[in-house]
């Protein structure tokens, strides 16, 4: 069985770089995550959230689907794969946690429901839209164009990448000259390493070296790698790159970027299946929680606010169809 402290060790993915805090209070543990040293508040990995809420609006709760406002929940999936800070096990290691299972309960109070979280693998979020069985997916789903053929899209967050080095590094990444020669860790079949590989060539055609390409196979030996030297930077999801900088206090994001490549601002969005009706209801309330400022202090407590959209957008454009 793993001790408490293998369980906060594991969700922060922090091995090598970060010191973590468990301290009680009261009868209720609060459990945080920070850099050694820092006297303010760290980031909340214990079951106990205390999560933020909202009231029920009865004009968005009217552009339901008769048929869930009866049924009183709000049937959601979510990834069951651990990916702090978007959706991830607390230190019990049982209870869901995060910024996309936050943002999901305050849509679900603003239509006066209970939002029932369904953790699965990334497939089945889809699946289960397509069978009808979940209402809705808040997992960091990119709006695409080819997935706008079968689903209909709520924005709630910018889909942004970002580089990350040792703090101090004195790096900033603008463009792919700014990566030429440079040792870069990313995840194989990801959006980020099309964005490098693609990056590099620009180097190579213009004259000058390419990237050093390095894959590993768990986010930890990423940041040993990068603490050790072996690598100058990794390029990730923002989401998790800000909380690994939050959280261990060692390293600094050095450049962000969006993550359907140049030209076009990927969004992040919640996704329902197409012509559910749906979408309307979802949309709204997303606007309402930025009007009263819930959703900006969701973002705050998980680091995200960078990654804040002004209103929710249905359908916006998404990346591009894959060339066959």
């Keep these: ?76 999936g979510v990834s069951a794969k651990s990916n702090p800070p978007l959706a991830f096990r607390a230190t019990d290691d049982k209870t869901l946690i995060g910024v996309e299972l936050d943002l999901a309960t305050l849509v679900a109070d603003t239509l006066g429901l209970k939002p029932e979280f369904n953790p699965v693998s990334w497939e089945n979020l889809f699946v289960g839209l397509d069978s009808g069985k979940y209402d809705g997916v808040f997992s ?43 040792r870069i860790a990313v995840g194989s079949g990801t959006n980020q390493e099309k964005i490098l590989v693609d990056w590099s060539k620009q180097n190579e055609k213009a004259g000058r070296k390419g990237v050093d390409i390095k894959y590993y196979d768990n986010t930890t030996d990423y940041y040993l790698a990068l603490q050790s030297g072996r690598i100058d930077g990794y390029l990730g999801p923002n989401p998790t790159v800000a909380y690994h900088v939050a959280s261990a206090g060692q390293t600094e994001a050095v450049g962000k970027f969006s993550g359907a490549g140049a030209g076009l ?57 894959t060339k066959n």
Aim: aromatic residues 4%; hydrophobic residues 40%; proline residues 4%.
């Design 140 to 182: 960091n789903v990119t709006v695409t164009e080819e997935r706008k053929d079968k689903y209909d899209f709520a924005t709630y967050r910018l889909d942004d990448l970002a580089f990350e080095a040792k703090k101090g590094s004195g790096w900033t990444v603008k463009g792919p000259e700014d990566v030429s020669g440079k």
């Design 1 to 76: 069985m793993k001790t408490r402290r293998a369980v906060l060790t594991a969700l922060a993915s922090l091995t090598a770089l970060g010191v973590l805090t468990a301290c009680g209070s009261g009868d209720a543990a609060v459990e945080q995550i920070k850099p050694e040293g820092q006297k303010d508040t760290g980031i909340n990995v214990g079951p106990n959230q205390n999560r933020i809420h909202t009231a029920k609006v009865d004009a968005i709760a009217g552009k339901l689907p008769e048929a869930v406002r009866k049924r009183g929940t709000l049937i959601l």
């Design 265 to 321: 601002q990927g969004k992040i969005a919640a996704t329902t299946k197409k012509d559910s009706g749906l979408v309307a209801a979802y949309a709204a309330a997303i606007d309402h929680l930025i009007e009263n400022g819930t959703y900006a202090q969701v973002l705050k407590r998980w680091g995200l606010s960078t990654e804040a959209v002004p209103k929710s957008e249905i359908n916006p454009a998404g990346l591009p169809r």
